[in-house]
């Protein structure tokens, strides 16, 4: 069984600074490093170092050559991904500041350059039972979902980050849902401004999309597990955050990359709970995410 990850490459321009800068105001950071980032890229590398037999598919301009050397390195087939002469790489502006939280300012770039006739072609080398995982950061997102879905693939949707153009997705395709509180609460159209129960937002969400699995991650609060089967609670494992990029990416790909390896619900959420905290001890995006032998090595 093949994964395919279509999804967005950036390049992250990570600055240190001491709080996030407000509006009018003028900050001096304290360092700057350049990282291959992007939810894309960074949850094919997160499915490869988990142990999946991964293929990238998305676009990048000619300035973004070495994030496929990045995603060679972690063992990812890229011969599926565009490199154009027209567009520049998307990026990202993030801000990390001294609590290790981050805020982040897109360039879609590249990544909202996919069209349908590239979706088509990559789509040819996929067949039914495969897996597609996906996030919000590339254009044709609805395309690319119908044909995967009219192909037999398996759906797996990371609706990050989050705005209009999630609710026009065919999301009755969705076969496991992996999202925070915050992308689940305007998925129902709910207002969590006073407070959320975590195991009620995942049943909600399981009654609007019954065929779907729901993966609810509660940042500190850990995280939910449900389907029409089967449902359980991961707690978060403590750890020093220095950085909170790709986390959430991390937990994806360790989870999905689990589930391939014919791993149980359980088994998948714990190892997918521990990378993301190996994850946050570290700088940057695709850097910080761990391999699967220091992941389990960290279980022990
Ligand atoms: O999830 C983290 C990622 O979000 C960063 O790598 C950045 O590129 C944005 O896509």
């Known amino acids: 069984m093949k994964v395919l990850c279509f999804g ?24 700057l490093q350049v990282f291959s980032g992007g939810k894309g890229l960074n949850q094919s590398i ?59 300012l897109l360039y879609g770039g590249a990544n909202q350059a996919v069209k349908k006739e590239q979706v088509d072609e990559v789509l040819t080398h996929f067949d039914v039972g495969d897996f597609l995982v996906l996030q919000n950061e590339i254009s044709e997102l609805p395309y690319i979902m119908e044909q995967a879905h009219e192909k037999g693939m398996k759906i797996i949707l990371n609706p990050s980050p989050m705005d209009e153009k999630i609710a026009g997705l065919p999301l009755e395709t969705v076969d496991y849902f992996l999202l925070n509180e915050v992308e689940a609460g305007q998925i129902l159209e709910k207002d969590l401004s006073n407070g959320f129960d975590g195991e009620r937002l995942a049943k909600e969400l399981l009654a609007r999309f019954p065929h779907a699995a729901i993966v609810l991650t509660m ?68 850097p910080s995410i761990p391999f699967l032998q220091e992941v389990e090595s960290f279980l022990k």
């Open 46 to 104: 997160a499915l490869a170092k988990a142990g999946a037999r991964v293929y990238h598919a998305g676009a990048v301009g000619e300035d973004g050559r070495f994030l496929l050397e990045e995603l060679e390195k972690a063992g990812v087939d890229v011969s599926c991904v565009a490199v154009r002469a027209d567009v520049r790489t998307g990026n990202a502006i993030i801000q990390n500041d001294r609590e290790g939280d981050n805020c982040i």
């Open 219 to 286: 940042g500190g609060d850990g995280s939910v597990y449900m389907d029409a089967e089967e449902w359980m609670i991961q707690p978060v494992c403590k750890v020093q955050a220095v950085d909170t990029t790709a986390a959430g990416d991390t937990f994806t790909g360790f989870f999905i990359g689990g589930i391939l390896r014919g791993k149980s619900v359980r088994e998948a959420m714990e190892l997918a709970s521990r990378a993301a905290a190996i994850a946050v001890t570290r700088r940057g995006a695709a």
């Open 8 to 31: 967005s490459l950036n390049i992250d321009y990570t600055y240190k600074v001491d709080h996030f800068v407000g509006k009018g105001e003028t900050l001096s950071s304290e360092s």
